[in-house]
């Protein structure tokens, strides 16, 4: 079965700050990978998506996220984060594989991203 | 606006009582997804539709749980007799599954029903 462990509960930050959310799986090969954000009470945006290919996945809002296959990790980044980043961020995996299973994803605990100014 | 959406946004609702939430996708949206997440949790796979046909249903939907989509367009998700642990936010997706793409799915997720149950 697939999971996926996202170690980080809380991230604090400054305003202007790089940051890096970590995100591991667990998937019998290659997944698919999914990171999206949530604003208190609201639904969830994609952020990026990896399928195949080039394993740095660029996303909207700045953000992009690397493939990581030896460390089946798909971490998330922003070289500069600014105050409306704030929110909570999940990642996300689904099958690549397995007929009706396609697109069955499963999500992490989540990172809350809280911002400095 | 034509992303997902979602009614009621929130519903306060007695132990006991029946609710009903109703999902419209992105239009032509083949595929259309349920998600439970509680408090401090990642939303939780409930079931999922490929056009009007119920494909797979989590062991977290109960018998007290039933989910349609009579003409392959909109959803409804009906809880009986809800419990306090039915107490969640409930998350529609929707998603144009590509056939023969490999199984390459990005899901579109609406706001969600708040649920509360006294």
């Known amino acids: 079965a697939q999971s996926v462990t996202q170690p980080d509960i809380h991230i604090t930050v400054s305003e202007g700050a790089s940051l890096e959310l970590r995100c591991n799986y667990s998937?019998?090969?290659?997944?698919?990978l999914f990171w999206y954000v949530q604003s208190p009470g609201q639904g969830l945006q994609l952020l990026l998506k990896y399928f195949s290919g080039d394993t740095l996945v660029q996303g909207i809002k700045g953000f992009e996220a690397e493939f990581k296959r030896s460390q089946s990790s798909f971490n998330l980044r922003k070289p500069s984060v600014h105050w409306s980043d704030a929110a909570e961020y999940f990642c996300a995996v689904g099958p690549n594989a397995g007929g009706t299973s396609y697109g069955k994803l499963t999500f992490g605990q989540g990172t809350i991203l809280t911002v400095h100014p | 606006d034509t992303g997902v959406s979602q009614d009621p946004r929130h519903k306060i609702t007695k132990r006991g009582q029946n609710v009903t939430f109703r999902c419209d996708p992105i239009?032509?949206?083949?595929?259309l997804y349920w998600y439970r997440q509680t408090l401090g949790q990642g939303p939780e796979f409930l079931t999922y539709f490929q056009n009007e046909a119920q494909l797979e249903k989590s062991r977290l939907l109960s018998d007290r749980f039933s989910a349609e989509r009579p003409k392959g367009s909109f959803s409804t998700l009906e809880i009986q007799r809800t419990e306090q642990g039915d107490s969640a936010m409930y998350l529609c997706?929707?998603?144009?599954?590509?056939w023969g793409g490999g199984g390459k799915d990005t899901q579109y997720f609406g706001p969600g029903t708040r649920l509360t149950v006294l």
């Open positions: 239009s032509e949206h083949n595929r």
């Open positions: 998937y019998g090969a290659t997944p698919y």
């Open positions: 997706a929707s998603s144009s599954f590509p």
